[in-house]
Nanobody, 119 residues
Framework: VQLQASGGGLVQAGGSLGLACAASGNIFKINTMAWYRQAPGKERELVAIISAGGSTNYADSVKGRFAISRDNAKNTGYLQMSSLKPEDTAVYYC??????????????WGQGTLVTVSS
């Protein structure tokens, strides 16, 4: 299984940016999909998570600004970020909890994509 993240880049404060995470490979079902981020000198933190049924949860710092979604037919998750702040600058990682065709349940990680918000 591979997770391919895309969509990072440089944006001005107050702007918007969208991230995508496409899963491929030995997938029977994707359970949760999530986005984490890690800023320089800080620990990785959960930003948003979405269940297979579409229930979502967000870090307090991004509530009302970020929206997580998924397209189960495409095995792809998304993170739409708006009203971005300089403190949102980080490497963003997608995560998926996947039931494989062989019956294993495994957490997979994407390669990380850098989001830089300039003030």
């Amino acid at each position: 299984v591979q997770l391919q993240a895309s969509g990072g880049g440089l944006v001005q404060a107050g702007g918007s940016l969208g991230l995508a995470c496409a899963a491929s490979g030995n997938i029977f079902k994707i359970n949760t999909m999530a986005w984490y981020r890690q800023a320089p000198g800080k620990e990785r933190e959960l930003v948003a998570i979405i269940s297979a049924g579409g229930s979502t949860n967000y870090a307090d710092s991004v509530k009302g600004r970020f929206a997580i979604s998924r397209d189960n037919a495409k095995n792809t998750g998304y993170l739409q970020m708006s009203s971005l702040k300089p403190e949102d600058t980080a490497v963003y990682y997608c995560n998926a909890n996947i039931l494989t065709m062989t019956g294993a349940v495994i957490d997979y990680w994407g390669q990380g994509t850098l989001v830089t918000v300039s003030s």
